[in-house]
């Protein structure tokens, strides 16, 4: 530790390096591609192409090691399916269920990047484990978990999945795990965080996690990004984005039932919810249907796609007719 008498001298600079840190002027690991490169490719897209359109990521994130939480993602992934299997509940790979969400997923990953160009080496993975809550998740690095409950019980539609999945991708691409963390390091640690910055880095461990990721929560904002982002990726890859709308609708009346809303109870109910999906549809309506042209034209071209192709899901809206 920094001796008292070392530390009162320079107390004002070391306020001053803590502002510089939540002001995002000093970071420990900066983005490896740039904001302007991504923000220069998007204005060069036709409008119809935009989708939903989010700020900057969290310049503080920068205070905590993507490597070392996806390493800790990756551990504690691995200690959630290796307790799974231990109770039988971990659903295998031939299942059609598993299949079905590897299908979504497999749709939906390429697009991913848009959000986040620093994900090349990510590992995706994804797995479903047997369980009446309704829960769902998607950690650093890309490991991804679903519960049967959230299947069985809202009897969701391959659409609904998407929009699940979507969001929870969004939070893992959007670095809201890494943000959280470092805001909660910076607020309970209060001068140590400021030694990082004056000792060399020798407090820069302070920022490590050890920590479960299943348990951390996110901000209302963080929450209100992943639903936008969720509906641009479920899109683009020719998912129907008003299942948001039935999604939360499906939700709501669950949660009055007796049923573990695990997956609620970290994602706040917001009443507005539905109406912000909403207003978002326009924008993404588009994308939607260029995903739908694309792949009747690839039918058309190619008769055995007809064959393996999934039947076309009434819209959300026209089900509940």
């Known amino acids: 530790m920094i001796p008292g008498r070392a ?52 310049s503080m994130r920068g205070l905590v090691s993507a490597r070392a939480l996806e390493d800790q993602a990756a551990a504690n992934y691995q200690a959630l399916l290796k307790k799974a299997r231990e109770k039988k509940t971990l659903v295998g790979n031939d299942d059609p269920q598993t299949r079905r969400l590897n299908v979504i997923a497999q749709r939906i990953i390429p697009f991913a990047k848009r959000f986040n160009p620093d994900i090349t080496e990510w590992k995706w993975e994804i797995n479903l484990i ?19 409950g959230l299947i069985e019980t809202l009897k969701a539609t391959d659409d609904e999945l998407a929009i699940v999945m979507g ?16 805001k909660s390091k910076v607020t309970s640690l209060g001068a140590s965080l400021l030694g990082t910055f004056v000792s060399g880095g020798k407090y820069a461990n302070a920022f490590g996690f050890a920590g479960n990721l299943l348990t951390l929560k996110f901000s209302r904002s963080d929450e209100s990004e992943a639903d936008l982002v969720g509906l641009d990726l479920a899109a683009r890859a020719g998912y129907d984005p008003r299942a948001g709308v039935s999604l939360w609708q499906k939700m709501a009346e669950a949660s009055k039932s ?40 690839q039918i058309a071209s190619d008769p055995q796609r007809k064959r393996a192709a999934p039947a076309a899901q009434k819209p959300a809206s026209e089900s509940r007719k």
């Open 130 to 148: 047997r369980s009446k809550d309704i829960n769902a998740f998607c950690m650093p690095g890309g490991k991804i978990a679903f519960y049967t």
């Open 258 to 297: 007796s049923f573990s809303l695990s997956w609620m109870s970290t994602h706040p109910d917001n009443a507005n919810r539905i109406m912000d999906i909403e207003a978002q549809l326009p924008k993404v309506m588009p994308l939607y249907e260029k995903a739908q042209a694309g792949a009747r034209a």
């Open 167 to 182: 969001h929870e991708m969004a939070h893992a691409l959007r670095e809201h795990a890494r943000a959280q963390i470092a």
């Open 7 to 58: 530390f009162f001298p320079q107390k004002r600079l070391l306020v001053l390096c803590a502002f510089l840190a939540l002001s995002g002027c000093a970071i420990l690991e900066p983005r490896r591609a740039t904001t302007d490169e991504t923000a220069s490719s998007r204005s060069q897209e036709p409008e119809e192409d935009r989708g939903v359109e989010v700020g900057e990521m969290s």
